[in-house]
């Protein structure tokens, strides 16, 4: 079974925080995606990375960036976390033969 | 741009009935996912479709795949509360390393 861990599962932060989301995968998956899960809006890429030390942007990067090191573990970084940063945060993964995305438990991030 | 749109966006049906939830999208692809998302948790992949005319069941839940009219549907089966959460489907575009584009989940609600 594929398993995708995210490094917690709720996170309160301050206004102007750098905040670190991290993802690690046990697969040997090339891809790995961070979206962002807002009501109403579905699910939106922010950036995705398909080898290490590689990253695309995503449809919502603005605000973010993201670290790829190690083929197994893709970071999220909030630079300067805002209010409008508050939601649910998922990692997923895939495989180079499959497009079958296994996605983490989540982190819900509030910031205040 | 591919679109995928979910119809309904919400649905709420009373036990023991029948439903169908629809996914369209707008340009050729063969290949189709669909996630369950329970409240507070994160995505688990129901079902792959890989090729057009493809049919798959779990339990109450029926999915299918008509890649000619970009249309694949989720049918549900005398439906029980169990069945209560928010359905993606997911379509992917099959160009390496270009990540899946999502609906915007239909939120199923079954009542007794």
Same mark, same amino acid.
């Given at each position: 079974d594929v398993k995708v861990t995210q490094s917690s599962r709720y996170l309160v932060k301050r206004t102007g925080e750098k905040v670190f989301l991290e993802c690690v995968q046990d697969?040997?998956?090339?891809n790995m995606f961070w979206y962002r899960q807002d009501p109403g809006l579905g699910l939106r890429l922010i950036y995705f990375s398909y080898d290490v030390k590689m990253k695309e942007k995503g449809d919502i990067p603005e605000g973010y960036s993201v670290s790829r090191e190690k083929k197994e573990r893709f970071s999220l970084i909030l630079e300067s976390a805002s209010t409008n940063q508050t939601s649910m945060y998922l990692c997923a993964t895939t495989g180079a033969l499959s497009y079958e995305q296994y996605f983490g438990p989540g982190t819900r991030l509030t910031v205040t | 741009e591919l679109k995928v749109e979910q119809n309904p966006l919400f649905l709420s049906m009373q036990e023991g009935k029948n439903y169908t939830i629809y996914c369209n999208y707008s340009t050729t692809s063969d290949r189709l996912y669909w996630y369950r998302q329970d409240p507070g948790k994160s995505l688990e992949s129901l079902f792959v479709l890989l090729s057009n005319g493809a049919v798959k069941q779990e339990g109450r839940l029926m999915a299918s795949l008509d890649t000619k009219a970009r249309l694949s549907t989720l049918h549900i089966t005398a439906? /029980?509360?169990?069945?209560s959460a928010t359905y993606f489907c997911a379509v992917d575009m099959? /160009?390496?390393n270009t990540p899946l584009v999502f609906g915007k989940g239909t939120r199923l609600s079954v009542i007794a």
């Amino acid at each position: 079974d594929v398993k995708v861990t995210q490094s917690s599962r709720y996170l309160v932060k301050r206004t102007g925080e750098k905040v670190f989301l991290e993802c690690v995968q046990d697969m040997d998956h090339e891809n790995m995606f961070w979206y962002r899960q807002d009501p109403g809006l579905g699910l939106r890429l922010i950036y995705f990375s398909y080898d290490v030390k590689m990253k695309e942007k995503g449809d919502i990067p603005e605000g973010y960036s993201v670290s790829r090191e190690k083929k197994e573990r893709f970071s999220l970084i909030l630079e300067s976390a805002s209010t409008n940063q508050t939601s649910m945060y998922l990692c997923a993964t895939t495989g180079a033969l499959s497009y079958e995305q296994y996605f983490g438990p989540g982190t819900r991030l509030t910031v205040t | 741009e591919l679109k995928v749109e979910q119809n309904p966006l919400f649905l709420s049906m009373q036990e023991g009935k029948n439903y169908t939830i629809y996914c369209n999208y707008s340009t050729t692809s063969d290949r189709l996912y669909w996630y369950r998302q329970d409240p507070g948790k994160s995505l688990e992949s129901l079902f792959v479709l890989l090729s057009n005319g493809a049919v798959k069941q779990e339990g109450r839940l029926m999915a299918s795949l008509d890649t000619k009219a970009r249309l694949s549907t989720l049918h549900i089966t005398a439906a /029980v509360h169990d069945l209560s959460a928010t359905y993606f489907c997911a379509v992917d575009m099959s /160009v390496r390393n270009t990540p899946l584009v999502f609906g915007k989940g239909t939120r199923l609600s079954v009542i007794a």
